[in-house]
């Protein structure tokens, strides 16, 4: 069995939730990531939440993270592995794509 590599200290951590309904209202943007000490995401998890438009999956629509070692786009209850580049891509892909979405729902 292959070895997995030694984690790296965290430097940074960071987590943010926005509510775009207003305070505790959906929908939802969550965010979190972890720093290395040299600047390396070591972790993510970007999730766009509206249980109005999909009561599957905690009401994910739209989400990329790295949370089992494998990059993932989840949309609408359906996961697949992504290509990636670097967190900042991904961020600005995920929010590009939470834009068109608001906008095809006259949500945003």
């Known amino acids: 069995m292959p070895r997995r590599p030694k984690p790296q200290p965290v430097a940074e951590r960071f987590r943010e939730r926005i509510y ?9 943007l969550s965010t979190y990531w972890t720093r290395s000490k040299t600047g ?3 972790n993510y998890g970007l999730a766009y939440i509206d249980f109005s438009l999909n009561p ?9 993270d790295n949370g089992h ?7 609408m209850g359906r996961t697949k592995p ?13 929010f590009a794509e939470v834009r068109k979405i608001r906008k095809e729902t006259a949500r945003g």
Do not use: A, C, W
């Not at 070692?69 to 949309?75: G, L, S, T, Y």
């Not at 992504?82 to 995920?94: C, D, H, M, Q, W």
């Open 56 to 64: 599957r999956d905690n009401g994910r629509v739209l989400g990329y």
């Open 20 to 28: 775009l309904g207003g305070p505790g209202k959906p929908p939802i």
């Open 40 to 42: 390396e995401v070591l």
């Open 82 to 94: 992504v290509n990636f580049i670097s967190y900042e891509e991904t961020s600005r892909r995920f």
């Open 69 to 75: 070692q494998v990059h993932e786009r989840h949309f």
